[in-house]
């Protein structure tokens, strides 16, 4: 049996959609924990997001950027109603393990009796409110790239690649990291095989064996990702810095100023970030219960601890802490807590806030200055990096002799949870899935801004440019002084 069988995750966020049978009656408790986490996850992205870029770029450019925040999730919601659910988190033996396929496209099939199984044997939520979730996340990621070439990419350009992103980008990687045939598919099919003789043990296995293989690539190698290291975070980030590089700098870059036109948007756009990223974090349990209590304990602890560090690195480096090196530190505590919330204990996610604020704020100075390259709101040093501290970190934390919960195994006993650990094994997984996420993300993404190029082409005119995106590719000024 393959490394799977002891690496079903307790609370990760992939789950099968569909509905079961023998599902019972899904919780009134659960199912409004998981719409007010997705209403949350929305307030984060709009507003949250788009004031927390729309005040760190320069006046002449900050209605462009709320715009393309805003547009960029109103196309994905859509475009994962018609078709990008059925993508991620359905099954196809012709396209397994790497992408879904369209037996549920147009939400097809789903009603509001359809339940999706959670990480609990015999616990369900209704189909529609975790299609919704879901939808949330597909939104904010692509939403989360736009900071790294901000002020020099043209409207249309964004709206065709994002599309093309989120299809041929996001949703294979969260399906092969998050899709699962859920923990009641599994313990029956191991119930069977186990009590199973003679030629029904052979089909009894093969059953098994079919059910495991069905599940995403990352998912089988056993990798864990509570709410979207690497599925949201690594995937932005790295996707973000080829975008960047092809477009090149904006116009001026390093020869003039560039500064925040209002870092007072940017701290209340940040404030909610973190309000919204609860939603993130502890819906991703898909239950309330203890495992999204600690979730959310975490999303407090590695935030705090990563804002202060950043401020207080500043501090001793620069003589002075500022309030965007304090933003700073908590989004990318936020981003390196997101894949361990749910497994780390509290204790070590303050610990790895601490040490991704200063991995971070070496990404976002030095290693930028170094390589030169003009990432305009470090979606790089803060979502990928951050991300990938994380996912690594998570293999790590999720040790119970550190404070956190282990690993499942939903099929040596079924129908119970028996929690295992193996640390080079879970490291290796971790490994293998951030690679993944980065050459996935990292090589499409460079022939999607190449296509898009060709076909409506990235830039606008530099006298374009420097006017402003407010005014050339929108008509409109943020400000009338």
């Known amino acids: 049996m393959t490394r799977m069988r002891a690496l079903l995750v307790i609370s990760s966020l992939a789950i099968v959609s569909g509905s079961s049978p023998a599902a019972a009656a899904p919780d009134k408790g659960d199912t409004a924990f998981l719409m007010v986490s997705t209403a949350l996850v929305l307030l984060m992205t709009v507003p949250?997001?788009?004031?927390?870029?729309?005040?760190?770029?320069?006046?002449?450019?900050?209605?462009?950027?709320?715009?393309?925040?805003?547009?960029?999730?109103c196309l994905v919601?859509?475009?994962?109603?018609?078709?990008?659910?059925?993508?991620?988190?359905?099954?196809?033996?012709?396209?397994?393990?790497?992408?879904?396929?369209?037996?549920?496209?147009f939400l097809s099939g789903i009603t509001p009796d359809s339940?999706?199984?959670?990480?609990?044997?015999?616990?369900?939520?209704?189909?529609?409110?975790y299609v919704w979730f879901q939808m949330t996340f597909a939104a904010i990621t692509p939403a989360l790239i736009v900071g790294a070439f901000a002020e020099r990419m043209r409207f249309s350009a964004i709206l065709l690649f994002m599309a093309l992103w989120v299809t041929i980008v996001y949703c294979p990687i969260a399906h092969m990291v998050w899709y699962w045939p859920g923990p009641d598919a599994l313990s029956d099919a191991a119930r069977a095989a186990a009590s199973a003789t003679g030629d029904a043990k052979a089909a009894a296995d093969a059953k098994?064996?079919?059910?495991?293989?069905?599940?995403?690539?990352?998912?089988?190698?056993?990798?864990?990702?509570?709410?979207?290291?690497?599925?949201?975070?690594i995937n932005a980030g790295i996707a973000g810095l080829v975008g960047a590089l092809i477009l090149g700098p904006r116009s001026g870059y390093g020869r003039e100023p560039m500064p925040p036109h209002s870092l007072t948007l940017s701290m209340v756009g940040a404030a909610l970030l973190w309000v919204g990223w609860f939603g993130?974090?502890?819906?991703?349990?898909?239950?309330?219960?203890?495992?999204?209590?600690?979730?959310?304990?975490?999303?407090?602890?590695?935030?705090?601890?990563?804002?202060?560090?950043?401020a207080f690195t500043e501090w001793i480096v620069k003589?002075?802490?500022?309030?965007?090196?304090?933003?700073?530190?908590?989004?990318?505590?936020?981003?390196a807590v997101t894949p361990a919330s749910g497994f780390a204990g509290p204790m070590g996610s303050i610990v790895l806030g601490v040490v991704s604020a200063i991995v971070g704020y070496v990404a976002c100075?030095?290693?930028?200055?170094?390589?030169?390259y003009d990432d305009s709101l470090d979606v790089f040093g803060v979502h990928c990096i951050g991300g990938i501290v994380g996912a690594l970190a998570t293999g790590i934390l999720v040790a119970p002799q550190f404070g956190g919960t282990g690993v499942a195994d939903y099929i040596t006993q079924p129908g119970q949870i028996t929690v295992t650990y193996d640390m080079g094994a879970q490291m290796q997984a971790q490994l293998k899935?951030?690679?993944?996420?980065?050459?996935?993300?990292?090589?499409?993404?460079?022939?999607?801004?190449?296509?898009?190029?060709?076909?409506?082409?990235?830039?606008?005119?530099?006298?374009?440019e420097r006017t402003g995106l407010d005014l050339t590719e929108h008509g409109e000024r943020a400000y009338h002084f």
Request: aromatic fraction near 12%.
């Open 48 to 73: 949250g997001l788009a004031l927390f870029y729309g005040g760190l770029v320069r006046t002449k450019n900050a209605l462009a950027m709320l715009m393309q925040v805003y547009a960029t999730v």
């Open 77 to 105: 919601c859509l475009i994962w109603m018609i078709y990008g659910y059925s993508l991620a988190f359905s099954t196809d033996p012709r396209f397994a393990p790497f992408v879904g396929g369209p037996s549920k496209a």
């Open 115 to 129: 339940t999706a199984p959670t990480f609990s044997n015999g616990v369900y939520v209704p189909e529609y409110a």
């Open 208 to 233: 098994l064996q079919s059910l495991m293989a069905s599940s995403g690539l990352a998912f089988q190698w056993g990798a864990i990702d509570f709410a979207g290291g690497t599925v949201v975070h």
């Open 280 to 310: 993130f974090n502890c819906g991703s349990n898909l239950e309330a219960n203890g495992t999204a209590a600690l979730a959310m304990g975490n999303t407090f602890g590695a935030t705090a601890a990563a804002a202060l560090t950043w």
């Open 319 to 335: 003589g002075k802490p500022t309030t965007l090196g304090l933003i700073t530190g908590m989004v990318i505590g936020l981003v």
């Open 365 to 372: 100075t030095w290693l930028k200055s170094e390589l030169g």
């Open 433 to 464: 899935a951030v690679a993944l996420t980065l050459i996935w993300s990292g090589l499409i993404s460079a022939v999607l801004y190449k296509f898009v190029d060709l076909v409506v082409g990235l830039r606008p005119a530099k006298d374009r």
